[in-house]
């Protein structure tokens, strides 16, 4: 996750509403103002709340927010350029933006770029990949 991703993560969560963190087991339904999981605190101060929530229903929210915002959850690993990013592959002329990223099993990284303009995707590891 970049800056950008994360920003964009933080406008998600403070766009939630009520219903929606009840309905994923998020806050307990009807519990507006004693602390806890209450819908206050969410409003009060959504990062206290977040940092006090117990794993189960951290994990609830995780994947509300997954939901919401799949793009922004978007693991990136370091040094790999952004989602998003338009790259041109000198070797063989292919110009796409990445939409991703892999990993094998021996540890070698790279994006997966869709063709601008097609529904061509390819892969090509971080040697390929030049500013």
Known sequence: MDAFQFADLCRTML????DELENAGVLTPGKTDDGG???????DNP???????DDERLQRLWVLLGARNPKAMQY????LP??????AIEHDGFSGRVI?????????????LQLD???????YGEKWLKP
């Open 117 to 123: 303009g097609a529904r061509v995707v390819h892969v």
């Open 15 to 18: 766009n939630i509403d009520r």
């Open 82 to 87: 952004a989602v998003g990013t338009p790259i």
């Open 76 to 79: 990136r690993p370091d040094g």
């Open 37 to 43: 999981t209450s819908w206050k605190r969410w409003n």
């Open 47 to 53: 990062w206290v709340f977040v940092l006090k929530l």
């Open 100 to 112: 991703g990223y892999y990993e094998t099993l021996e540890g070698k990284r790279g994006v997966n």
